[in-house]
């Protein structure tokens, strides 16, 4: 087949399928990669700053992931975990994922939206084993993002992603969400009493408790990259304890050691119900998800007789399940979670040296290895940045991918990725700022 970018017939996701003009899109296309680099089929190497999609959280091609999912290609290829099938390798998985994370029970899909459906589903059955079935409500916070299946996408808190294809359910709530830059209930951080939980709490209440079945989180929003207090987390979590209200955390990006904790529940002293995970569990070799319950919620399911009413073709697949295998054991055999530490303080170091005077630039704040820089038009009016379109364009013809969207740039480059390229991402940005704005 021609390595080409040129006619395709393929519909890309969260991308216009057509200009309606005839003209063709030009389109990224990766041919190889390697580390911390991704080429491009015209041979031009790209820092891959964003880890593909925050998924390939130890480097590209990781020879270890290739040797376990041929082993497993050549022994056994396709057992779902479903009608009373099993394979040891898809066992190993839950076995090691519950040892790594405390949780008791490991439910495994292919994505992370799937992980999010399962949870809400676990939620709700375990609110009806309990006696209150009118527990339907899943609440979650403005700006979050939850997966795109028709179950998930009401649980985003963007209107962009409310409109087609969304269900309009009552049993889905929004609440502010902590996000200190732009604060919802428009407080000043340095003399805040972290009123945007109560804010959060109120609604809830305004909702009443005893509809509520669970309140789904991301620790950090992947679209705003701001981590909140930890006593934001406690009052919250305080709060849904009282009231029955089951939490279920979102680690679909935040975990396998990204934030400088194994696990994001683990930095924010928060323990969920119900965890969801994905993307860097295989380092973004194959598909893989989990949905972890605690012993308290399996126990109360177990006791009530239940049957999953969830299942699909794939789960569990052992080929997946195997490159899952061989990224715990890269995840195990070094200290990440430090790494990801000392890399993102020193990226937060150079993006201050570089730009942090810049006019444009409003606030740089991240944690662990995942940083954001948020861009503005006028710093004291903190304005919405105009030129994120150019932006994006210069970056990339700076050879840096990163995620920039709404006049916010992600950084979060695989964990492996050497110190000294830590400081050319910063560099790259600085100089795509510069060259956008003019100063
Ligand atoms: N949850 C979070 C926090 C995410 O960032 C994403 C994807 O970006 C998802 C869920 C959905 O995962 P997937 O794209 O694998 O369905």
Known sequence: MAESSQFSRLIHGWTQIDDGKGATREFDDFVS???????????????????MVWNVAFGHNQPSISAAVAAQMNRLTSVPTLDGQATATARCLAERLTGLTGMSRVYLSLSGSAANEVAITIARDYQTAIGIPERRVIVSLKLGYHGQSIGTLPLAGFSGLQMPGAPESLDYALVPNCYCYRCPVGQAREICNIECADSAIARIEALRPDRVAALIIEPIQGSVGHPPPVEWFKRLADYLKKHGILLIVDEVANGFARLGNNFAFEAFRIQPDVLTLSKAITNGALPMAATLTTAEVTNVLIEAGWTPSFGSTQDGNPVCAAAALATLDILEAEDWASRAQYLGKRLDKMLRREIGNHPNVGEIRGMGLFRAVELVQNRATRSAFKKTEALAKELKDRRLLVRC?????????????????????????????RSTSGS
Do not use: M, Y
């Open 33 to 51: 990669s390697n580390d911390f680099l991704v080429v491009d089929c015209n041979g031009i190497e790209f820092i891959d700053a964003r880890s």
């Open 405 to 433: 969207d709404g006049g916010i740039i992600i950084i979060a480059p695989p964990l492996s990725t050497p110190h000294e390229v830590i400081d050319e991402i910063a560099f790259r940005v600085g100089a795509a700022l």
